[in-house]
């Protein structure tokens, strides 16, 4: 029976694509024999699972008091539950399960080997060291290049200077910030001087007068006239309204004296006239109510005199309160000036420190980048790394280069190419 031609078509469309599968599946399979398994390194984080077949049920039964999460320890051990210490040795992870089942057949007693898993959950980290930008350990992750392990330390170091022009422009803004800074401060210290000295003019110190600094002198110094002038008119115009007032009180008593003397003559003669009235009275000559109008008279001039008295007093003691508040004004403005211009002294000093210590910074920059321009040339030919390995129980340092596949636990170290390369033993198959 013949085949239409469609259907031949077809069934040999399907042939081919079988024929090429099988080759697929066997390639894969000369390439995954030919890779060596992973060797259970310590630090190695696995996670055990055990099952066992149970005839009588017909299902599997997980033992997870014997399984969880295990790390191998330095020593290449393992601890698990009924069997104890069990030594990895050079086991991968499918050697090691095995070993795990035929313990576990042999402890229990099991007619059955069981069935147990080991999956590796983490791999010891790799070392980064030398001339990376954050040395320290990173977790490897399978098919991992020496490459991509120095992207995760950051990449190749590069010192500051490396900023290059940008960080000697931002160190000398900073000085031209530091010495108008300066300027302001010395001004203000000037002003401050004159105030606490009672000057009349404010004299600017010699440094705001350079012509390097007359532009920004100018307006630095028409500021701080205009604040002494506005400072010295207010002290002004209160030292000569409390003089003033003490003036009034003065004036005041002055007067109050004037009318202590005049009452002290009036109560005399009325004291006279009282007198030669009594004498009258006694001889019957004057009548009693004459008597009686003089010492009401009398009486009216020794209360006036009394309260000129106490006006006196007062105007006294408003005259003392107002020379302490002018001396207490006195006292309040040099306490006040002498503070900001200590505090003003401090702020100078630490502006010229902070001056000094920018400017050897701004030196060492300009020495950093010129050593960098030097260096040039043999940073532009890139790093040699270098992988610290365990073979054995030793410790072998193998050349390698950016595609280098790395294992767990490798050290991996960046230097800067130099004229003469260091001797290191061949280059670092990937498939090792």
Same mark, same amino acid.
Do not use: C
């Given at each position: ?381 890139? !790093? ?23 294992? !767990? ?24």
């Amino acid at each position: 029976m013949r085949l239409p031609i469609k259907e031949t078509a077809f069934r040999a469309r399907l042939i081919a694509l079988a024929g090429v599968g099988l080759a697929f599946f066997a390639l894969s399979g000369a390439t995954l024999a030919q890779a060596e398994p992973y060797r259970l390194a310590p630090q190695t984080r696995l996670r055990l699972s055990v099952v066992q077949f149970m005839p009588s049920r017909g299902e599997f039964q997980r033992w997870d008091a014997l399984g969880g999460e295990v790390v191998v320890s330095p020593e290449g051990n393992i601890l698990l539950p009924v069997l104890g210490s069990v030594t990895v040795g050079n086991l991968d992870a499918a050697g090691l399960a095995a070993e795990i089942a035929k313990r576990l057949q042999a402890k229990i007693g099991l007619v059955d080997l069981p069935d147990a898993t080991v999956e590796i959950v983490e791999y010891p980290p790799v070392y980064m060291v030398g001339n990376v930008k954050t040395p320290g350990q990173y977790q490897f992750r399978p098919g991992m290049m020496v490459l991509q392990a120095m992207a995760l330390a950051g990449g190749e170091f590069r010192s500051e200077s490396q900023g290059g022009q940008s960080e000697t422009i931002k160190l000398q803004g900073d000085l031209q910030d530091i010495a108008a800074d300066i300027l302001r401060t010395s001004a203000r210290i000037a002003r401050l001087q004159a105030e606490l000295a009672g000057a009349k003019q404010l004299q600017l110190p010699p440094e705001l007068t350079k012509a390097s600094a007359a532009a920004a002198a100018g307006e630095i110094a028409t500021q701080e006239q205009t604040i002494f002038t506005a400072r010295t008119n207010e002290l002004n115009r209160q030292t000569t309204s409390l003089s003033e007032l003490g003036d009034l009180y003065l004036a005041e008593i002055d007067v109050l004296q004037q009318k202590s003397k005049a009452l002290d003559q009036q109560v005399a003669q009325s004291e006279e006239e009282l007198a030669g009235v009594t004498s009258l009275v006694q001889k019957g000559v004057a009548t009693v109510s004459r008597r009686s109008d003089l010492e009401r008279t009398l009486a009216g001039l020794r209360s006036d005199r009394l309260d000129n008295t106490i006006a006196t007093m007062t105007a006294r003691q408003d005259l003392n309160e107002s020379k302490r508040n002018l001396a207490k004004l006195q006292d309040d403005r040099r306490t006040e000036v002498s503070l900001a211009l200590q505090g003003e002294q401090t702020n100078l000093e630490r502006l010229q420190l902070r001056q000094t210590t920018t400017l050897r910074v701004l030196r060492q920059a300009n020495e950093l980048i010129a050593n960098e321009k030097q260096s040039e040339v043999v940073k532009a030919r890139g !790093p040699v790394f270098s992988i610290v390995r365990q073979v054995n129980g030793a410790s072998e340092e193998i050349a390698a280069s950016e595609a280098t596949s790395l294992m !767990p636990g490798d050290l991996v170290k960046v230097a800067l190419s130099l004229d003469t390369a260091p001797t290191a033993t061949p280059a670092l198959d990937p498939a090792q």
